[in-house]
């Protein structure tokens, strides 16, 4: 069986209109390193560059 990596962004954690939001994930429970992990994402439109 594979195990991958989950994430999830909750609904609380969107901000600036949908287009500033943070993910949240952790590791492969197999794996020593298993962490709770948060990453920060930031959507830009091709037309605001």
């Known amino acids: 069986m594979t195990e991958g990596i989950s994430f999830v962004i909750p609904s609380k954690w ?12 952790a ?6 390193l298993y962490s709770f992990n948060l990453t920060k994402l930031r959507l830009q439109l091709a037309s605001e560059e």
């Open 14 to 25: 969107i901000f600036d209109g949908g287009r500033t939001m943070w993910m949240v994930f």
């Open 27 to 32: 590791g492969r429970p197999s794996n020593p």
